[in-house]
């Protein structure tokens, strides 16, 4: 059965950081884009970063050189690591296996406060 696992999130000051782990089973977790959405209240999901199978990550312009993505095909889990969070980075953080048709996490909740 295949699940995606999102865990780390929660309530942290502006100018912190959180470290997101998406752990995935039920799929051949090497072979997949892996990636990071997030939706906001009144907002359409959105990509946050993407990582493909060889490691080559892309960022959405709002995060980079904030944000870092990375996996570890041996445990099957990719990371979101967030540094200098901004009260605008508060979302629900889910992660994605295969792009948008793909599949999907539960999400966690990251909120910043001001």
């Known amino acids: 059965q295949l699940q995606l696992v999102e865990s780390g999130g929660g309530l942290v000051q502006a100018g912190g950081s959180l470290r997101l782990s998406c752990a995935a089973s039920g799929i051949i977790f090497s072979i997949y884009v892996m990636g990071w959405y997030r939706q906001a209240p009144g907002n359409q999901r959105e990509l946050v970063a993407s990582i493909t199978r060889g490691s080559s990550p892309t960022y959405a312009d709002s995060v980079k050189g904030r944000f870092t993505i990375s996996r570890d095909n041996a445990k099957n889990t990719v990371y979101l690591q967030m540094n200098s969070l901004k009260p605008e980075d508060t979302a629900v953080y889910y992660c994605?296996?295969?792009?948008?048709?793909?599949?999907w996490g539960q999400g966690t909740q990251v909120t910043v406060s001001s």
């Open positions: 994605n296996a295969g792009s948008m048709n793909g599949y």
